[in-house]
Nanobody, 121 residues
Framework: VQLQASGGGLVQTGGSLRLSCAAS????????MAWYRQAPGKQRELVAV???????NYADSVKGRFTISRDNAKNTVLLQMNSLKREDTAVYYC????????????????WGQGTQVTVSS
């Protein structure tokens, strides 16, 4: 079971990007999914989280600008980022707290490989 993130890139201030993270494997269900980010010299921080029934929560710094969503049928989580600021520059990581595969085995604390988002002025 793996998480594969994509969609990062270089964008100007005020622009938009959409990140995608797909879970691969014989997946039965995924519990909570989230996006984190880590800027140079800073600790990794939670950006947005979504439960398996669609409840969301956001860091104060991105409320009103970022939207997290998921497609349970495709085992994906998306992060739509609008009105990007220079301080949003970071490596973004997707995370799943628990993935259950067909057969019942559970995988916990899974991270994607990270995707770079750079916002320039």
């Amino acid at each position: 079971v793996q998480l594969q993130a994509s969609g990062g890139g270089l964008v100007q201030t005020g622009g938009s990007l959409r990140l995608s993270c797909a879970a691969s494997g014989s997946i039965f269900s995924i519990n909570v999914m989230a996006w984190y980010r880590q800027a140079p010299g800073k600790q990794r921080e939670l950006v947005a989280v979504i439960t398996n029934n669609g409840r969301t929560n956001y860091a104060d710094s991105v409320k009103g600008r970022f939207t997290i969503s998921r497609d349970n049928a495709k085992n994906t989580v998306l992060l739509q980022m609008n009105s990007l600021k220079r301080e949003d520059t970071a490596v973004y990581y997707c995370h799943a707290d628990e993935i259950t595969v067909r057969g019942g085995m559970k995988y916990v604390d899974l991270w994607g490989q990270g995707t770079q988002v750079t916002v320039s002025s």
